[in-house]
């Protein structure tokens, strides 16, 4: 019954390679976000989706993109890894503008 | 551009006491602040939030507390359990959906 999902929880992939992250989330909510922790331990929003419209993009390289067949799924794929994708990604949701938001657990990826 | 940060990268406290966690923030546009508490490999968890009509907001052994002409921020924790050890982010956002996070404070409760 976990609220939000994200899988896989580990990725060790090679550079130039593509992959993708999933999420989904079970609460109903209407927003879904893409949040990367860099080493320096920062979260950064990468993207946020809106009822199936994209919100926001934080200069985010277009190599990344958020794509969400419905309300309930954000899905990350990111083409050409590179060295400094490596990051853990949290996915994330929230019901409305301004309300606190409901985390996964986050997948570490690692380009080699 | 780090919006809100959080210059204290670790805090020990003994159980029992007092545990304050402070933020500081940058953009004056901010309106709702929020703290979260991570564990180990988990996800961020919602703990406490403010608007900033308030500039307190209590949950039991939580408060958090809003300075707005400081743009400053605090969490304390009364009293601190050893359970409480996790890495605490502060987060503002400003009338949108892109909420801006500290980098964490470490928090360690030592029994």
């Known amino acids: 019954d976990t609220a939000v999902s994200q899988t896989p929880k580990y990725l060790v992939t090679q550079m130039g390679n593509d992959k993708s992250i999933k999420c989904e989330q079970n609460?109903?909510?209407?927003?879904m976000y893409w949040y990367k922790q860099d080493s320096k331990k920062f979260l950064k929003i990468m993207f946020s989706?809106?009822?199936?419209?994209?919100?926001i993009n934080e200069t985010v390289p277009n190599r990344f993109s958020p794509k969400s067949p419905d309300k309930a799924h954000l899905n990350l794929h990111i083409n050409s890894l590179e060295l400094g994708d490596s990051a853990v990604y949290f996915c994330?949701?929230?019901?409305?503008?301004?309300?606190?938001?409901?985390f996964g657990n986050g997948t570490r990826l690692t380009v080699t | 551009d780090q919006q809100v940060k959080q210059n204290s990268p670790s805090l020990s406290v003994q159980e029992g006491r007092i545990s304050i966690l402070n933020c500081d923030y940058t953009?004056?546009?901010?309106?709702?602040f929020l703290w979260y508490k991570k564990y180990p490999a988990e996800g961020p968890t919602f703990l406490i939030s403010?608007?900033?009509?308030?500039d307190k907001n209590e949950d039991g052994r939580f408060t958090v507390f809003l300075n707005k002409s400081a743009k400053h921020l605090s969490l304390h924790i009364v009293p601190s359990q050893p359970g409480d050890s996790a890495v605490y982010f502060c987060?503002?956002?400003?009338?949108?959906?892109?909420?801006?996070f500290g980098a964490g404070t470490r928090l360690t409760v030592k029994p």
């Open positions: 994330a949701s929230s019901p409305t503008e301004n309300s606190p938001l409901h």
């Open positions: 403010i608007s900033s009509i308030k």
């Open positions: 953009n004056s546009m901010f309106d709702y």
């Open positions: 609460l109903g909510h209407d927003t």
């Open positions: 989706y809106n009822n199936k419209e994209l919100i």
């Open positions: 987060a503002a956002s400003a009338f949108s959906n892109d909420m801006r």
